[in-house]
């Protein structure tokens, strides 16, 4: 048993199939014209299915921690003083600002006015953002910045601040994560999710991993209070987290696994990812392509152990499935449909996620590779080549039936 399940057979075609995998991704990367089939690979994950299955399962409910108030139809910097201070006298735990307030206008009334009430309102995090990023020495999808942009009142009135850059879609790329901390110059920055967090519970920044955090896009509705109506709505500003942001900006929407969603409706779902210590453990690239090879042989010995068995077998079905490619292509999916299944079960009850796109090319592969090592085994009988290792192989077989 323990020969048929380790055999030199299924080492060279399971080789077969990984080299096939090397020169489709070393072709897609190494030529120009291959982009846009790389960028689609890039932006496509398992993850987005899977976020809408849960989405689609899940009883939806309101948050009862986070509020957002729309400031879209707010411009002038005098009603947005106003907005503040409305919210403020609503009492509530922590303020995120989601807006940069650059350099002074011609209104300076009222961008005094702005200023005199930041002073006076407490438990807020403004936003800021970082610029001339540039990636860091090996690690080119992180970027390093030289510069930020903050609100005209930076520098006069003493506040908490984090950056707002999410790195997401320039190309329309999928935004699925959000970052703890940055480099600016030489000094690391934290993120305005993290501050908010930080203001609210506590034992955010310092405790928690720096690196970038999985989105978990629960079914969760997050309540929009307009500008204007704020006092009427104490109830759902008094000792949450309220964001103030824009719901209509066209320019800050991003694309993410739930839709086209307002970057301030983003950043509720990151802060409540982090308030919930609720974290994704993705599988690093080696233990992915390990855990895809394991199971590509294993799938690979149960199709050759089934298709051996049928080929020894008298009965008439059996053809179905060794003289067509119909009958294993139709196992092949009902094989790929469990793993993915398997897949989604561990992402959604325990976390964790393993990227199966190489795994399915892999199985895909292997009806070809094995058919292909076949050929090859049976034409060098064929030919009297006398060779021991084609004596045993499993497909030998085929050989003899044909004699």
Same mark, same amino acid.
């Given at each position: ?92 735990? &922590?303020?995120?600002? %989601?807006? *940069?307030? !650059? ?9 005094? #006015? @702005? ?108 309540? &929009?209070?307009?500008? %204007?109506? *704020?006092? !009427? ?9 309220? #964001? @103030? ?159």
């Amino acid at each position: 048993m323990w020969k048929k399940i380790f055999h030199i057979d299924h080492v060279i075609v399971v080789g077969l199939v990984l080299v096939v995998i090397f020169l489709f991704k070393t072709t897609i990367n190494g030529l120009s014209f291959f982009d846009p089939v790389k960028r689609s690979l890039d932006n496509f994950s398992f993850r987005d299915i899977y976020y809408q299955l849960i989405q689609e399962s899940e009883s939806e409910h309101s948050s009862n921690i986070i509020t957002i108030v729309d400031m879209s139809s707010a411009y002038r910097r005098d009603h947005l003083a106003s907005i503040i201070e409305d919210i403020a006298s609503c009492e509530p735990a &922590v303020l995120g600002v %989601d807006i *940069v307030f !650059e350099g002074w206008r011609e209104d300076t009334i009222g961008s005094e #006015l @702005l200023m005199d009430v930041v002073r006076h309102t407490e438990n807020t995090v403004f936003s800021f953002k970082l610029k001339d990023g540039k990636p860091e020495d090996g690690e080119a999808d992180k970027l390093r910045f030289s510069g930020s942009v903050h609100s005209f009142f930076n520098d006069t009135v003493r506040i908490t601040e984090g950056f707002t850059n999410v790195e997401s879609d320039a190309d329309g790329q999928t935004l699925r994560t959000f970052p703890m901390s940055r480099c600016c110059g030489n000094e690391t920055v934290y993120s305005f999710t993290a501050q908010v967090a930080e203001a609210y519970q506590g034992n955010i920044i310092g405790e928690t991993n720096e690196e970038d955090r999985s989105v978990i896009f629960s079914r969760t509705t997050i309540e &929009v209070v307009h500008c %204007d109506s *704020v006092r !009427e709505h104490c109830d759902l500003i008094k000792d949450r987290i309220v #964001l @103030l942001g824009a719901m209509d900006d066209y320019v800050d929407r991003h694309y993410t696994p739930i839709g086209r969603i307002a970057g301030v409706e983003f950043q509720a779902y990151a802060i409540q990812t982090l308030l919930e210590h609720n974290d994704f453990r993705t599988m690093g690239t080696s233990t992915t392509w390990l855990v895809s090879i394991l199971i590509i042989y294993l799938t690979l010995v149960l199709r050759v152990s089934l298709y051996m068995y049928l080929k020894r077998s008298g009965h008439p079905f059996a053809a179905f499935f060794t003289d067509s490619s119909i009958g294993f292509t139709f196992l092949t999916f009902l094989w790929f449909c469990l793993i993915v299944t398997s897949n989604f079960f561990a992402f959604a009850i325990y976390y964790t996620y393993m990227d199966p796109l190489l795994l399915c090319m892999g199985i895909a592969l292997v009806g070809d590779a094995s058919a292909f090592y076949e050929a090859c085994v049976n034409y060098l009988l064929r030919k009297r080549f006398d060779w021991a290792f084609l004596r045993r192989s499993v497909y030998c077989i085929s050989s003899d039936s044909n004699n």
